[in-house]
DNA sequence: GCACGGCGATACCCGGCCGGTATTGATCGG
DNA sequence: CCGATCAATACCGGCCGGGTATCGCCGTGC
C-alpha cells in the first residue's frame, strides 16, 4: 500500500465524494477513481460503496480510515522528527494545556532545567487536545489528563492523581455546601454543565452553553449561566464571585506525561526521569 | 514522503549495506542509491554517512529508522486488518506467550464465551515477543507481562499483578529457603541466570546458557545449569526435581490485556470488558 | 607501492504508471 | 420523461522508477 494511495482513500472516505476530495486532492477526479479502484483491487476488498448519487464506506473502510489516519499522522511526524533530529541542536517540544496543571508544570521545568545535560524546552499550549501535537510530531511530550485525554498508542507516567471540584457561581445555594455528589451537579436545571469542543472541533449534543476556553468559562459561571466539574488544580486563582466545592465521587483524575513511543532520546528520557520523581 | 522510499531506506538502514539491501528488495543497486538520495534530498536531511567502504546512520537516520519500522509495521498491520474485515465473519484473535497465564487465559476465554455477542476467538500463542503479532496486525489483542513486555504505542488494562519466583533444582542449597531476594539468586556462580532471546533474535552478553522456551528452560534447571526467575503462575505444575521459591524483592508483575489503538470493534470491546471484570 | 577488488555514485535508456481531457452511463429530482 | 449530478471509462502524454554499463574511491594484499 503507497502513502499515495491511503491519502487519497482517506481524503475520500472524509469527503464521501470524489470530485470534492480530487479537488482538496489537487489532481482530477477520473484519477482519483482509478487509484481508488486500483487499490481495492490490490486489496482484494471493497472499501466504498458507490452509487452515482451517493459513496458510504463499507466496513473494511471505515477500518481502514481510522487505521491510514494514524498512519498518515505517523508518517508526518516521523518527517517532522528526522528534520529536528538533523537540523536544531536538541531540544524538547512540551505540549500541555494552557490553565492547566501550571504548578505542576512550573516544578517540572525547573526541576529539569537543574539537570547536568538539560536542553531547552520549549512549551505548546493549547485550548484542547494536546495529544494531537504528539501524533503529528509536533512534540516531544505532553501533560495530558486521564480520563480526559485520549492516551492511545502513547507511553505514558502518571505524575499525579487530584480530585474534582465543581466551580458555582457564591450566590448559588449550593456553593455553600462544603462537598456535592456528581448527580447533584450533573441535573441542575438551572445550570446545566457546559459543553466543551470534542475532537473533531463539534460539540456533543444537549444542554448547556458551548465552551471553548477556561476564561470564557469562568466568566459564564460568575453570570450564572452554567456551571462545570474540574480538577482542583484548573482553579487555583478563581475569580471573585466563584467558588469551588469538592465533588466526591467525580473520578479521580491523573495528570500524566506521555510521549511518542519509539522515541527515546536522551533528553526525553532525563524528562520523564524528572517528571515522575516530581 | 512514499512507502517504497520508505521501505528502501529501512532496509538499507538495517543492512547498512547498499547491495545486500537491494538483493533483499529484489532490485539493482542503482535504483536504490538513487530513491535514497532522492529521500534525503526531499527531506533537506543527510540519512547515511556514507564512504565506498562503509555505510553508517546519522543521528536523523536512527531516528528515522525507528519511526519507519513502525509506520511499515503499522501499514501491514492496517492491510490486515482491513482485509479481515471485509471477508470473515467477526472473530476475534488473541496472542499470548505459551505457557503463561494459563489459568487466567482459561477464565477470560470461558467468561467472553458466555457473553451474548461473543464471536469466535483464535489463539496464536508465542515463544515470546506475543506484541510483535499486535504491530503486524495478526492479532487484535495480547497477554502481556509488564514489565518483560514493551507496551509501546498499545493501550492496556491490568488484569492480575503477581510476585516472581526463582526456580531452582531441588538440591540446590538455596532451595529450602522459603524466600529470597533477587541479589542472592542473581550472583550464583553456580547457576547464572539463563538468557532469554531479545526482540532482534539474539541474545544479552552474559554468562549462562541461552534459552528458547519453557521445556527447554525446566529440563535446563534440572540439570543443574541454570536458574530463572519467573511470575508465579508461570510454573503451576512443575516438573519433579525443580523447586519454586519467592523472590520478595524481585519487581512485581502485572499481567495486562493489551491491543492497538484506533480498533474498537464491537468484541474487542466486549472481550477487554470480560477482561477487567475477572 | 601498485594492482585488484569491492562498493556506492553516475549516466543513460526503456516501459509503465500517474495525471490530464473528453465522454459515457447511471440515478435521482422535478 | 428530461436534465442535472457524479462516478466510471477511454485515451493520450510526460515523468519516474527500474534496468545495464561504467566510473571513482578506498582498503587490502602481494
Redesign the interface.
Known amino acids: 500500500?503507497?502513502?499515495?494511495e491511503l491519502r487519497y482513500f482517506v481524503t475520500v472516505a472524509e469527503e464521501l465524494h470524489f470530485g470534492r476530495a480530487a479537488q482538496l486532492l489537487g489532481i482530477a477526479q477520473p484519477p482519483l477513481s482509478r487509484t481508488i479502484a486500483q487499490l481495492e483491487r490490490r486489496?482484494?476488498?471493497?472499501?466504498l460503496d458507490r452509487t452515482s448519487r451517493k459513496v458510504t464506506l463499507?466496513?473494511?473502510g471505515?477500518?481502514?480510515l481510522?487505521?491510514?489516519?494514524?498512519?498518515l499522522g505517523?508518517?508526518a511526524?516521523?518527517?517532522r522528527?528526522?528534520?529536528s533530529?538533523?537540523?536544531s541542536p536538541p531540544s524538547l517540544v512540551l505540549s500541555a494545556k494552557a490553565g492547566a496543571s501550571g504548578e505542576l508544570l512550573a516544578k517540572l521545568l525547573d526541576a529539569y532545567a537543574a539537570e547536568p545535560d538539560a536542553v531547552p524546552v520549549d512549551l505548546l499550549l493549547f485550548e484542547s487536545q494536546p495529544q494531537q501535537a504528539l501524533a503529528d510530531g509536533q512534540a516531544d511530550a505532553a501533560l495530558l489528563h486521564q480520563p480526559f485525554d485520549?492516551?492511545?498508542?502513547?507511553?505514558t507516567e502518571v505524575l499525579a492523581t487530584e480530585g474534582q471540584v465543581a466551580i458555582l457561581p457564591a450566590a448559588h445555594p449550593l456553593a455553600r455546601r462544603s462537598r456535592l455528589r456528581l448527580a447533584e451537579v450533573s441535573s441542575l436545571p438551572d445550570l446545566p454543565l457546559a459543553r466543551w469542543r470534542g475532537p473533531g472541533g463539534d460539540y456533543p449534543e444537549g444542554p448547556g452553553v458551548e465552551v471553548r476556553n477556561q476564561t470564557q468559562l469562568f466568566q459564564l459561571i460568575a453570570l450564572g449561566r452554567t456551571t462545570v466539574v474540574l480538577p482542583e488544580s484548573s482553579c487555583v486563582n478563581l475569580l471573585e464571585g466563584l467558588v469551588a466545592v469538592p465533588v466526591t465521587d467525580a473520578p479521580a483524575v491523573d495528570t500524566v506525561i506521555a510521549w511518542?513511543?519509539?522515541?527515546?532520546s536522551r533528553a526525553l528520557a532525563d524528562l520523564v526521569r524528572v517528571a515522575t520523581g516530581l
Chains 1, 2 share one sequence.
Open positions: 500500500m503507497e502513502t499515495r486489496l482484494g476488498v471493497v472499501l463499507t466496513e473494511a471505515t477500518v481502514l481510522a487505521e491510514g489516519r494514524a498512519i505517523a508518517l511526524a516521523a518527517e522528527r528526522t528534520r533530529a538533523a537540523t485520549s492516551t492511545a498508542g502513547l507511553e511518542p513511543p519509539h522515541s527515546r
